[in-house]
């Protein structure tokens, strides 16, 4: 598996689904920051029942890169920041289906980038139309 990394954001593939979370130092800082993300999302999907859909936008931050927001109706969400161009792209290009994971990685003791998607099964699959 095949994982595009920067020192603060991972993405890969999981058939053909984009997977994208903020790089941790550990599995313990993972699992906190996917557990909070889950239950705002979870508060997201909650706010107008019969449409738990959501946008995604990408804010241009003050020094060229991006900051990912995923947006309810009555409430918006910024996950990920310092998503540099080139992560920014492969992102995009991978949303063929408008599916998307948001989960995390993690720096394993032996110097590998695992993801919580997989190892955990921890991550929420978010649809975007358009």
Same mark, same amino acid.
């Given at each position: 598996?095949?994982?595009?990394?920067?020192?603060?954001?991972?993405?890969?593939?999981?058939?053909?689904?984009?997977?994208?979370?903020?790089?941790?130092?550990?599995?313990?800082?993972a699992?906190?920051?996917?557990?909070?993300?889950?239950?705002?999302?979870? =508060?997201?999907?909650?706010?107008? +029942?019969?449409?738990?859909?959501?946008?995604?936008?990408?804010l241009?931050?003050?020094?060229?890169?991006?900051?990912?927001?995923?947006? !309810?109706?009555?409430?918006?969400l910024?996950?990920?920041?310092?998503?540099?161009?080139?992560?920014? =792209?492969?992102? +995009?290009?991978?949303?063929?289906?408008?599916?998307?994971?948001?989960?995390?990685?993690?720096?394993?003791?032996?110097? +590998?980038?695992?993801?919580?998607?997989?190892?955990?099964g921890?991550?929420?699959?978010?649809?975007?139309? !358009?």
């Amino acid at each position: 598996m095949k994982i595009y990394r920067t020192n603060d954001v991972a993405l890969t593939f999981l058939n053909d689904i984009p997977a994208i979370g903020p790089r941790l130092p550990s599995k313990e800082d993972a699992l906190k920051v996917a557990k909070s993300y889950l239950g705002m999302i979870d =508060q997201l999907s909650r706010e107008k +029942k019969g449409n738990p859909r959501c946008s995604i936008r990408f804010l241009k931050q003050s020094d060229g890169r991006y900051t990912l927001v995923i947006k !309810g109706t009555e409430m918006a969400l910024e996950t990920l920041s310092n998503l540099d161009e080139l992560m920014l =792209q492969r992102f +995009k290009r991978g949303l063929k289906r408008n599916l998307f994971i948001l989960t995390c990685f993690f720096d394993e003791p032996e110097g +590998k980038l695992s993801c919580l998607a997989l190892t955990e099964g921890m991550g929420a699959v978010l649809y975007s139309p !358009g």
